[in-house]
């Protein structure tokens, strides 16, 4: 089976599939072991208690793993401003960082003229239609059954994950209440080009 979609080329993994930023629980081992099974993983970087405590998570992952690995953003959700973890992650060259939590204009200012790949964690059409117009390489959608879930519009991942594919050009990665192969292959089938998976 050939798994190749516009996420697969963009992020430089073999399968569609990411590992979701998850506060208190995605550090280097986990992050590792995804991106070496060919998905990306992702570190969190906002519940970590420094941004030094970040370069050594990101500095043990490239002990752990050749491949590209990610570093998640939950702003405006720990109380801790994130440039200067932003700052690391750019300084250690991750491959990709995503955001969620807040408006990522400012974020998305801040990593101009950085080649880094920028993944958008929305759980509203408007937010990925805006997360679109700001450069934003790719959208991760997240419907309400999706752990954590920060969403006000109450709509399901099958409901919406279609709905956000009609509504921007870029690829959009399905999220919420995906735990296994068929919840991949279904997502392929609304027209997402890849998953995020948290904790199902
Ligand atoms: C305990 C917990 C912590 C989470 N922390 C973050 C986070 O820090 N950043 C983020 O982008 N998403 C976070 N999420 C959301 C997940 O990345 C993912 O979008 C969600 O779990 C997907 O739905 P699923 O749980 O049905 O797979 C968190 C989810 C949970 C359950």
């Known amino acids: 089976m050939n798994w190749n979609t516009r996420i697969t080329d963009l992020l430089n993994i073999k399968y569609p599939i990411i590992q979701g930023g998850l506060a208190y629980l995605a550090y280097s081992e986990l992050a590792a072991a995804v991106s070496n099974a060919g998905g990306l993983g992702q570190i969190t970087a906002m519940s970590l208690e420094s941004p030094e405590a970040l370069r050594k998570e990101i500095q043990k992952v490239k002990q752990l793993t050749t491949f590209p690995f990610g ?11 994130y ?88 690829p959009v990665i399905a999220s919420g209440g995906i735990g296994d192969g068929r919840g991949l292959m279904a997502a392929l089938c609304l027209g997402a080009e890849g998953i995020e998976m948290g904790t199902r």
């Open 83 to 170: 440039t200067a973890y932003l700052d690391v992650a750019l300084d250690e060259k991750v491959a990709v960082v995503s955001v969620t939590g807040g408006n990522p204009t400012p974020f998305f200012q801040y990593l101009e003229g950085s080649n880094v790949k920028k993944l958008v964690l929305v759980a509203a059409k408007r937010q990925a239609q805006k997360a679109e117009e700001l450069g934003a390489d790719a959208v991760m959608v997240v419907g309400q059954e999706g752990g954590g879930h920060l969403g006000k519009d109450d709509i399901g991942s099958l409901v919406l994950i279609p709905q956000v594919v009609d509504a921007v050009l870029i």
């Open 71 to 81: 570093v998640n953003f939950a702003i405006g959700q720990h109380g801790r401003p």
